[in-house]
Each structure stands twice: as C-alpha cells, then as structure tokens.
DNA sequence: GAAACCATGTAACACGTTACATGATTTG
DNA sequence: CAAATCATGTAACGTGTTACATGGTTTC
C-alpha cells in the first residue's frame, strides 16, 4: 500500500505529469521507493478515480501532457496512511539467499560477485554524500528540514553496512 | 525469481514437506526471504510440473502429507542461479518514505511508532545474537559453514544500524 | 465424538516487471 | 520531412497477500 502514498508525497512536494514523476522516481524518492512510469499512470488514474487527485492539462488521452495535483482528501488520506501503526518488513535480500544456496551447493566462486556489489554500493554511497554536501551543508540550521536529513543518513548508513559487510567477506574469500 | 531457489536451497539442506518448508520460512531462511504456505504450495507444484523436484507419500490431493526432493535438473537450475550476475535493489522501506511525507504534511507525531520500531529491532537483534551464541562458538574453527555465518553477521549487523538510527533519530525529536 | 492440529489446496486481488503501442512536439 | 524526444498509455505475466475451503489424525 506504498506506491498510492509515495505518489501523493510527491505530488505534493511539487504538481507534476506522469513523466515528472517518474524522473522523481528514479532519483530522490525513488532511493527509498521506485517504481516505473507504468505503475505510476496505472497509480494515478486510480487516485483521480477516488476523487484523491486532480488532473489540469488538454486532457485527452495519449501525447497530451496532464498535471496532477493533491485535493485535499487526498492529503488527508495521506496523513491516515503516516499515523498508522505498519510493522516493519523483514529484511529480503537475494545476494543472502544465494550466499546460502553457494553453502549448500558448495559453490565458492562468488568473489567477483561480491567485489562488483562492493563497487556499485561505493558509487552509491558517493552519489548520498553529494547530496548530502550540497542540501545539508554543517552551517544550515536544522529545523525544518531534519526529517529529510534523517532520511538521507539512512539511506548512508546503510550503503556503509553493505560496504563494510562486503569488505569483510571478501577478505574471508 | 528468487522464490523458486529459495525453496530449492532449502530443499537441499533438508527434503520436506509444504507445512515443514513453511514452518522453516518462518525461520532460519525467511530471516532473508519470507513466504506464506500458499506461495510455497503454488511454487512447489511448479517445481514438479518442471522437473526440478519429485513427490513422494500417499500423494493424493488434500490432507495427505507429500514429501519434496530435490532432482538432478534442480540442483543444476539452482547452480546457475547462483552464477548468475544480478544488481542489488535499491532500499524499499515504508517507514523513510513515512518520514518523508510526514515532513512535507508537518506532522511530528511518529516518536511513538519510532520507539515501537525500536522495540522490534531491539528484539530481532537478540534472536540473531542467541543464534550466534548457539550455532557459531568463538571455539569451533569457521571453514565449512563460513557462507552460514556471513549471512548471520549481515542480519545482525542491520539490526544493529536501525537501532542505531532510530536511537539518533528519537534524540532529535 | 468434538476439538485441536496437521496438511494441502483454491480464488481473488494487489503490486511489480517487461514488452510493446501511440500520439504530440521539437530540432536538424 | 525525418529523427529524436516528450508524453501517455495497454497487455501480459510473475510474484505476494488475504481469505477461505477441505480432508486426515490425534487427543481428551
């Protein structure tokens, strides 16, 4: 039930089309929840059928750019969604799943798997800590937007488990 | 495509019956990859229409236990798999994107559902820890079962980060 | 023999992924 | 006007979730 809340989120952050979003998807909300520009036109022609969004622009159909906006049921729904109490996923990860299938099959050939995962989640690391160096610099005041930093030292934190989780399985190799 | 060799490793490690494979997804391999025993029942008897697995028992239908094992072909399937290059995903997690919406509505009311969070991974922390304690002693020499306790480590280790996060984060609030 | 539990399954739906289709606008 | 790009969409399928259905075995 994330997608409808993401999209609302967004689009309150700022009106935009189908396309807009999904850009957004790719980069800043979609460090934490990505989806694809079908998902996201599917999402949204339902939200504009439960009266959550509106929709300005030519209107008709294929080529003609729509701008979604968020009215105001759709901001209270969204403030539903945030109150509610949601337990947290366990963790799902496939490189940990063929860890364990190389265990029992007694395969050990994973080494340049685990040093390209090390690679890309280098590069991610690099890519939060620019954002971080440019929309969190030490001498702005925290206030208004501590949420969102907490947010990005998440998304750092992490990348730097996987990091150092991955160095230290490759110097067991 | 990860549920089909998780249901293959854990075949391997033991053959099983459906509700004995569930019970073990609510366990030691749904630790990293979790499913119900309606998904389990759906993929084994895909499995077999493959060829990858084989039934023995009374087989008929409903309320008769079945027993699963792995054949030749899966254990090749799950080899190649294994090999198989495959990028991480990036982070999915309903909560950052909460905190996100809850910074562009300007709520601050999640210091309770943060705490309740805390309280979760606080206690899914032990139970690694205990886990540990009990299948890898300091004594015993790590060469065959290596894979096992990297995989282990990483679950412990997340646990350890979101503690630390929501420690930091419930700081601030 | 009723209740509890073991065991396997169906159905419907929500969500995510991949491939493809179509129209409008800009640029060389 | 051809190509590239912007923009919206359909279709099919795989996976995950929720609710429900059915039969067999043990235990009181």
Redesign the interface.
């Known amino acids: 039930m ?1 997608l409808p ?2 999209i ?2 967004a689009l ?2 700022k009106p935009s089309s189908g396309l807009e979003l999904t850009r957004r998807f790719d980069r800043s ?6 989806a694809t520009h079908q998902q996201i036109y599917r999402e949204l022609g339902r939200l504009e059928g439960e009266g959550l969004v509106r929709a300005s622009g030519p209107g008709a159909g294929r080529g003609q750019r729509k701008e979604y906006e968020v009215l105001p049921a759709g ?1 209270e729904r ?2 539903e ?3 509610q ?21 007694g ?1 050990d ?2 080494g340049e ?1 685990l040093a ?2 090390r690679e ?2 280098r590069a991610q690391l690099a890519e939060y800590l620019e954002i971080e160096r440019r929309d969190f610099p030490p001498e702005r005041a925290e206030t208004e ?4 930093h ?2 990005l ?3 750092i ?2 990348e730097s ?2 990091l ?2 991955l160095d ?2 490759l110097e ?1 190799d």
């Open positions: 994330s809340h993401a609302l989120t309150l952050e909300i979609g460090f934490f929840w990505s901001r969204l403030r969604w945030v109150g109490a949601q337990d947290p996923k366990p963790i799902r990860d496939p490189l940990l799943l063929r860890l364990r299938a190389a265990a029992v099959l395969v050939g994973l798997e390209r995962h890309l989640h937007n501590r949420l969102q907490m947010v030292q998440a998304g934190q992490l488990f996987w150092a989780w230290q399985a067991q």
